[in-house]
């Protein structure tokens, strides 16, 4: 997908492009993920911070939060960044509860949902900046939040 039809054909916003257990929508991910999801939440991150947060060090602390049981109170944390960025909704219920019970699917979710907005997580932030300048797009995809009540 060119930068230009991200930008174009970007989904709206306030809608999730997959589901919560659409995780084969995207085999490789999911299999990436299964194995090892610091490797997909790494690469979220990345994204999601804009490249202040490496994918390297987002994944090595989810790594040493998994094995004393805490990486989804970690994680929860971008979901909500995610939705912010993108005005989505907690679907289907919310954040830190989504992480907790189903982390891998949540994980995919949210890396699906970045690709299908024109980001490709597996180039990380500078790659991805780059594309889009070359195609002439000064500013990354981007929804700006609604309002709340």
Same mark, same amino acid.
């Given at each position: 997908? +060119? ?22 929508? #995207?085999? +490789? ?6 194995? *090892? ?5 790494? /690469? ?19 790594? *040493? ?7 989804? &109170?970690?994680?929860?944390?971008? /979901?909500?960044?995610? /939705?912010?960025?993108? +005005? %989505?909704?907690? #679907? ?8 907790? *019970?189903? %982390?891998?699917?949540?994980? *995919?979710?949210?890396?699906?949902? %970045?690709?299908?907005?024109?980001? #490709?997580?597996? %180039? ?8 889009? +300048?070359?195609?002439? @797009?000064? @500013?990354?995809?981007? &929804?700006?939040?609604?309002?709340? /009540?």
């Amino acid at each position: 997908m +060119s930068a230009k039809s991200a930008v174009i054909g970007t989904p709206a916003a306030g809608e999730w492009t997959t589901g919560l257990c659409g995780c084969f929508d #995207d085999a +490789s991910n999911c299999c990436v993920t299964c194995c *090892c999801p610091c490797v997909t939440f790494g /690469r979220n991150v990345e994204i999601i911070d804009q490249g202040t947060t490496s994918c390297v060090h987002a994944g090595v602390i989810y790594y *040493c939060l998994a094995h004393v049981g805490w990486a989804c &109170i970690y994680t929860c944390t971008y /979901r909500t960044k995610l /939705r912010a960025f993108f +005005s %989505l909704p907690e #679907d289907p219920c919310g954040d830190c509860f989504v992480h907790c *019970c189903c %982390l891998p699917c949540a994980v *995919c979710q949210e890396y699906r949902e %970045l690709k299908n907005r024109g980001f #490709d997580p597996t %180039l990380g932030w500078m790659a991805n900046a780059q594309r889009w +300048s070359q195609a002439g @797009v000064t @500013v990354p995809p981007h &929804i700006a939040p609604g309002m709340n /009540r």
